[in-house]
């Protein structure tokens, strides 16, 4: 109440008017132009607002699309290793094939080659005995004694040709 003995009426009224007065003037000049920018931020905003959701959802899609992108990927890798692992299979098949087959070769060629020894030494061996035989045969020739001779020498004969 005090205050209200300090203030005089014609300054109540005076501050009133100078109130009324520039309330008129903010609200004709200032009241429009803070309205629109008011009114422009909260637009810039709101279109800031959509352009952020807009660029979640995209991103949104995006991700999804590079996700699909990448499972396609690791099911084609996954495709090419088993098609190079098939090849690998397929490729030591021919190369154990090939080996069995130069093995099987080597074995034929070894088998060949036994035989052929074993023909010449069958000849050799004939050789030696026909050699042997001539042998034999000389020394009855020459020690013709009788009949018993004849016969300790042959028998003899085909004693030293058991120890061939």
């Given at each position: ?30 009241w429009k ?56 299979k397929r ?43 001539i042998k ?29």
């Open positions: 109440m005090e205050l209200l003995k300090l203030l005089s009426a014609n300054e109540v009224v005076a501050q009133l008017i100078c109130f009324l007065i520039l309330l008129f003037v903010f609200k004709k000049f200032a132009p803070i309205l629109q920018i008011l009114d422009d931020r909260k637009n810039k905003i709101a279109s800031e607002f959509k352009k952020a959701e807009d660029l979640q959802s995209e991103t949104i899609k995006l991700k999804a699309d590079y996700e699909q992108r990448i499972k396609g990927l690791e099911d084609s890798a996954r495709v090419k290793i088993q098609e190079a692992v098939q090849e690998g490729v030591a098949e021919e190369i154990k094939k090939n080996a069995q087959e130069e093995s099987d070769k080597l074995v034929k060629s070894a088998k060949q080659s036994i035989q052929q020894e074993i023909s010449a030494a069958e000849t050799r061996l004939r050789e030696e005995i026909v050699k042997i035989a034999a045969a000389e020394d009855v020739i020459e020690k013709r004694y009788n009949s018993d001779d004849d016969k300790r020498i042959v028998e003899d004969f085909v004693k030293n040709i058991e120890k061939i």
